[in-house]
């Protein structure tokens, strides 16, 4: 099996329209709860880039979202026989605030240089061509402000 090591360095976040979109259909399904999604993908160059959409199993609550441990290793797991990684968590937020110590806590993945992007209104607001979200990025094990402008949303 080969061992993959997940960039911390890239310099920006390639999507898909369609993959983008598939994101959106999960994370904006009316319901006044909170959602979440990953995206899974590769290297391609000094960019990541986005292979797939992963929609987790979670509890969700009006201002939460937890995905079980058990989900967690399924999804770690499938990355393994895809080949490929978590580059992004994605969830939405009932309103506009900021990063919650829970969001700290509750990320997926704790490696370095993983991406927290959240999407406020339950994504409600959200469009592709309209992106309303902010993200975030650990390093040095701190969460820290992502430049959303790395994310490219390819054809
Ligand atoms: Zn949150």
């Known amino acids: ?11 920006r976040v390639q999507v898909s329209r369609d993959l983008l979109q598939d994101t959106l259909d999960h ?8 959602a979440i999604a990953y995206w899974a993908g590769t290297e391609d160059g000094e960019d ?24 967690v290793s399924r999804v770690v797991n499938e990355c393994m ?37 959240v999407l406020p209104f339950y994504a409600r607001s959200f469009t592709v061509e309209t992106p309303s979200w902010f993200g975030y990025q650990l390093l040095n094990g701190v969460w820290v402000n992502f430049d959303i402008e790395r994310i490219r949303v390819t054809a």
């Open 1 to 11: 099996m080969t061992v993959w090591r997940p960039p911390a360095q890239f310099n």
């Open 27 to 34: 994370l904006d399904d009316g319901l006044n709860c909170e």
């Open 81 to 117: 026989s895809f080949g490929d990684f978590l580059v992004a968590q994605l969830h939405t937020h009932p309103a506009d605030e900021d990063h919650s110590k829970v969001d700290d806590c509750g990320t997926v993945s704790k490696r370095e240089g993983f991406v927290s992007l």
């Open 48 to 71: 990541l880039r986005v292979a797939r959409v992963v929609r987790p199993i979670a509890y969700r609550g009006r201002r939460l979202v937890i995905v079980p441990v058990e989900e």
